[in-house]
């Protein structure tokens, strides 16, 4: 008998590679679909907007230069960007590095084209895929990229659905 189990979402790739990493600690990996047929199929109500939803994971490119800044906010997007708007109004620099970005150089933000790529209602998991989008921007404006070791970075959007990514993520 095991002395643990732990279940994850289903790679294919990686199931296999995982199970013999745990079988040496006693711990049995169990995988799951991370979305079900069901969950595709039905839709018991209707779905609310991106920009209405809380909990969200955002991008908001710089008109400029191309660069973006990933962003995460456990309320709505909206709401994020009027933060942003309100710390580029009143110059102050501490507040995330979009601000900085657009005081600095003197570049003008593309508010219009901000958008959600990913969202969840906890903040750990909402972190965890802000990380992986930041890590995952080529062009990014972000001072940090989070405390997930890069090793990772390759496997990130295994474990997110891509169906939020916008068009600057790769889609593997």
């Known amino acids: 008998m095991p002395k643990a ?5 289903y790679a294919s790739h990686l199931a296999k590679s995982i199970r013999r990493i745990l079988a040496p600690l006693d711990v049995r990996g169990c995988f799951c679909l991370h979305r079900k047929l069901r969950q595709s199929l039905v839709q018991l109500k209707d779905c609310t907007p991106s920009e209405k939803k809380a909990g969200v994971v955002y991008y908001i490119p710089c008109g400029t230069c191309g660069r973006a800044y990933i962003g995460q906010k456990g309320r709505t997007l909206n709401q994020g960007l009027k933060e942003h708007k309100r710390a580029l109004a009143s110059g102050n620099l501490a507040q995330p590095a979009i601000a900085e970005h657009a005081m600095e150089e003197m570049h003008v933000i593309d508010w219009k084209e901000a958008q959600v790529v990913d969202s969840h209602p906890h903040y750990t998991p909402r972190c965890t895929l ?3 989008h930041i890590r995952l921007e ?3 404006l972000n001072r940090d990229v989070g405390p ?5 970075t390759s496997h990130l959007f295994i474990l997110t659905p891509l169906s ?3 068009h600057h993520l790769p889609h593997t």
């Open 148 to 152: 997930l070791p890069s090793t990772y």
């Open 5 to 9: 189990t732990i279940t994850l979402p």
């Open 138 to 140: 080529r062009n990014k």
């Open 130 to 132: 802000e990380e992986g």
């Open 164 to 166: 939020h990514a916008p």
